[in-house]
């Protein structure tokens, strides 16, 4: 079953211009359990996106659709598997904060941005014991750097 990940110039917007006005940009993932699993370790959802070399992301919340459970005390971070670290948007925090419909904010905000070097998808990594149900949103806002 192949991901779902989508790049900046597959959506046709790669151009960037060095004055005037700007987008930002909105990246999503989504990670299910069910589709992805609860292993420990950095986990790649089958919904991702790839976000592209110089993205400067200055905003993010993710939304627990589904509850997490775990038979122990599970941690869940949040980050990209190559540009920054695996914890980059959200820190390990304990699986009991993603409670049915909680809302998190990610790390990044305008005054503490995150920048990635090199273009990367998000990723998942579960810590300290296994994840064993629920479901996962993140958005994240960006613009792209020229460099």
């Known amino acids: 079953m192949g991901s779902s990940r989508i790049t900046l110039s597959q959506k046709g917007l ?16 989504y990670y299910d359990f069910s589709v992805d699993g ?8 089958k919904k991702t996106v790839m976000l592209p070399k110089n993205a400067v992301i200055v905003a993010g919340t993710l939304n627990s659709i589904t509850a997490l459970t775990s038979g ?3 941690t ?6 190559a540009g920054s670290s695996a914890t980059a948007l959200l820190a390990a ?17 305008f005054a503490t941005p995150v920048k990635l070097s090199a273009q ?7 810590a300290t014991a296994t994840v064993t149900a629920g479901a996962i949103e ?3 806002q960006y613009y792209v750097a020229r460099g």
């Open 14 to 29: 790669s151009k960037r211009t060095s004055h005037g006005l700007g987008e930002l940009f909105t990246a999503r993932f």
């Open 38 to 45: 609860g292993a420990i370790s950095t986990i790649t959802p």
């Open 72 to 74: 122990g005390s599970a």
């Open 76 to 81: 869940v971070a949040v980050g990209t598997d």
């Open 93 to 109: 925090t304990a699986y009991t904060s993603f409670s049915s419909n909680a809302l998190i904010n990610a790390v990044p905000v």
């Open 120 to 126: 990367g998808s998000i990723t998942v990594t579960i």
């Open 138 to 140: 993140g958005v994240f």
